[in-house]
């Protein structure tokens, strides 16, 4: 043999054992699993599962045409225990070990290369066994337990400095419970999803939020099962009648012209009346509901109470608000609350503008308004200064925009009575003039009074 093919194959001898390349023999239909661990604490290469390591042989391939030594360590009362290992069989590429102490670790180690360290697990030790499943109900509202017959322990392992590691055995629990979805900000409805909840093993009992609706639970595992292509193991139908509420609410201000905003988590100074619209959305076992309204944060006060999910109601009176919605199972055992919104309505304000401009830049000072908050009851009056009424209107958002049957009226002096009451009681009656001023650009681009209209 010439000295290049000599060369190649001591290369490839040297790639595959650089990557510490572990190699079983003997072990039948399934395939042992090799992990790969993510967990940058452990100094551990790699973990290798096999379904039974009863007859399976164990070989590392040589890079530098030496036999590698082994050493096996575990650790029993806290103790780690290394003890080399003898019967290895050397053929002048790889070192085998023929019989595998199982739930074992390995350090193997070639000449001065570093150290590579493994750990074998013994799945005929873990089989999975899954008989039967009882539901503990005895926490229906904020818990739901599972009592297994059958078996599913925590697979440990120990990396080299000593800690106790479990693989994840991905056993899974598989059932329905409720979502709510949103089809904009404000409107929303239950629907059913399904979820799939993993569990590492079932030595520490399987604990779940319970679901929002009635629902069969399906236990099956676990993920080496699967990935042996070996029929899960799995326990069905198992019925569950729910008993547990939740609820989730929104609270939308709409204004004079009918737009909504969605309040997020309450109103600051608000002006009464404060229109608003308040929804709950509960989930299935609910059958008792109620809004609240209080005027403390502890809802000691209540002074009012809604057996609605919607509630339309407007507030006049000036102070500040407190509102949830609560809802509960037929038995009441179980409860639940939704957010609470703080509804501040401000004391009452009105100040009566006296100059404006119709007919100029839209926009700009064109409509003469009453500047307020709060008022609870309005009614304006506009007169010229012959006595005759030229406006009048109930709605203190709206205003005189400078017309008397569909025209301007001429410029001048007109004058006004308003009368009001505010959400907290304070009683308006004020008198004013108005003075009506209309511009237009010069050609030199001055200002120029211009008169005509109606002749009031």
Not at 161 to 177: A, F, K, M, P
């Amino acid at each position: 043999m010439n000295k290049r093919m000599i060369s190649l194959m001591a290369a490839a001898l040297a790639l595959l054992s650089a990557s510490g390349q572990v190699e079983f023999t003997g072990y039948g239909e399934y395939r042992p699993i090799e992990i790969t661990l993510s967990d940058n604490h452990t100094s551990l290469n790699k973990i290798y599962v096999v379904y039974d390591t009863d007859g399976v042989r164990m070989s590392v391939n040589s890079s530098t045409g030496e036999p590698a030594t082994w050493e096996s360590y575990n650790y029993h009362n806290g103790n780690l225990v290394i003890e080399p290992v003898s019967d290895i069989r050397w053929n002048g590429m790889s070192t085998t070990l023929d019989k595998i102490i199982p739930n074992t670790g390995y350090k193997i180690q070639e000449g001065n290369n570093a150290p590579y360290y493994c750990w074998v697990v013994n799945y005929a030790d873990y089989y999975l066994e899954l008989n039967d499943m009882f539901i503990n109900n005895e926490l229906p509202c904020n818990l739901l337990t599972f009592n297994i017959d059958g078996h599913g322990d925590a697979i440990p392992y120990y990396d080299i400095d000593g800690r106790r590691q479990v693989l994840d055995r991905e056993i899974e629990l598989v059932y329905n419970d409720l979502t709510l979805v949103w089809s904009d900000s404000i409107h929303g409805s239950w629907e059913q999803k399904e979820v799939v909840e993993n569990f590492v093993a079932l030595d520490q009992g399987v604990e779940i939020a319970p679901p929002l609706c009635d629902t069969e639970f399906r236990l099956s595992g676990d993920r080496f099962l699967r990935e042996w292509g070996i029929e899960e193991v799995a326990i069905e139908d198992v019925y569950f009648y729910t008993q547990a509420v939740n609820c989730n609410s929104v609270a939308v201000l709409i204004d004079h012209e009918g737009k909504t905003t969605k309040l997020e988590g309450g109103l600051t100074g608000g002006s009464a009346p404060a229109h608003l619209v308040f929804t709950g959305y509960p989930s299935d076992a609910v059958v008792y509901r109620e809004w609240e309204m209080a005027t403390d944060p502890d809802f000691e006060n209540v002074i009012l109470q809604f057996n609605q999910d919607e509630v339309d109601y407007s507030l006049s009176d000036a102070g500040t608000y407190y509102m949830r919605y609560m809802v509960a199972n037929a038995s009441g055992t179980c409860e639940a609350y939704g957010e609470t919104y703080i509804i501040s309505v401000s004391e009452s304000e009105l100040e009566c503008p006296n100059v404006f401009s119709p007919g100029s830049t839209p926009g700009v000072n064109d409509v003469w308004k009453v500047h307020y908050k709060s008022l609870v009851e309005f009614h304006c009056w506009i007169f010229n200064r012959w006595g005759n009424l030229v406006c009048e209107f109930t709605d203190p958002s709206s205003g005189w925009d400078g017309t008397y049957h569909g025209k301007l009226v001429d410029t001048g002096v007109y004058f006004y009575v308003v009368t009001a009451t505010g959400s907290d009681g304070v009683k308006y009656k004020k008198r004013g003039d108005i003075s009506i001023l209309r511009y237009k650009k010069g050609a030199a681009g001055t200002s120029s009074d211009v008169t005509g209209g109606t002749g009031y």
